[in-house]
């Protein structure tokens, strides 16, 4: 999509600190992190959202998931993290373009807001 910012870091008119890549995704540290380490993983697809069609193809599903054990490994996160994934405006997405949160380096809290 011309004009999804996710789209525009993928294919690099925008410039973000890329941190991974793999066939069907790419992570990048969050402009406004919301703890120590924040990462967005993104489909290199235009996908809306998590319940888009789109996102049950395997390769995506498979992409997304192997960039997140990845990255965790690559950043030490062995003492656990948080994935979130928001989807819709009850659910606080703000980007149209499907992505997971990987949250770490800190104690998270339950309930999430």
């Given at each position: ?69 990845d990255i965790s ?27 997971l949160h990987i ?11």
């Open positions: 999509m011309k004009d999804c910012i996710f789209c525009k870091i993928i294919a690099g008119e925008i410039p973000s600190e890329i941190i991974y890549k793999n066939d069907g995704a790419v992570a990048f540290r969050d402009t406004s992190p919301q703890a120590p380490v924040h990462v967005l993983v993104v489909p290199k697809k235009h996908i809306p959202r998590i319940d888009s069609p789109e996102a049950s193809e395997p390769v995506i599903a498979e992409s997304l998931f192997k960039a997140v054990a490994a690559k950043l030490g996160l062995k003492d656990g993290y948080r994935v979130v994934v928001n989807s819709g405006k009850h659910g606080g997405q703000t980007v149209g373009h499907l992505h949250l770490g380096g800190r104690q998270m809290g339950w309930p999430p807001g």
